[in-house]
């Protein structure tokens, strides 16, 4: 039974860091990816990373900012968040897949999500 399960979520200042863990079990796939939910809005592509190279991919809002990697050891991916703005403010999404990086339907199978907040 394939799981994610999120976690890392919380309230921080405008310009802080949190690290958002996303914990695999199940398979392994090709591809794992972050996104972000507001209410009413389209789920937003935040970044993403292979499996088995490495590569990464990011949304342009975040580049510079968030850092995601993966521990193939843990089978953990992680989303490093730094000089965080309130705009950021909203759910996160741990998915993986076989797709596109930066597509989302390209992913299967999703996390429950953890809340991001950030106070101005």
């Known amino acids: 039974q394939v799981q994610l399960v999120e976690s890392g979520g919380g309230l921080v200042q405008a310009g802080g860091s949190l690290r958002l863990s996303c914990a695999t079990s199940?398979?392994?796939?090709?591809?794992y990816g972050w996104f972000r939910q507001a209410p009413g809005k389209e789920c937003e592509f935040v970044a993403a990373i292979m499996w088995s190279d490495g590569s990464t991919y990011y949304a342009d809002s975040v580049k510079g900012r968030f850092t995601i990697s993966r521990d193939n050891t843990r089978n953990t991916v992680y989303l490093q968040m730094n000089s965080l703005k309130p705009e950021d403010t909203t759910v996160y999404y741990c998915?993986?897949?076989?797709?596109?990086?930066?597509?989302?339907?390209?992913?299967?199978?999703w996390g429950q999500g953890t809340q991001v907040t950030v106070s101005s």
């Open positions: 998915a993986a897949g076989y797709g596109a990086p930066m597509n989302r339907r390209g992913y299967l199978y």
């Open positions: 199940g398979r392994t796939f090709s591809t």
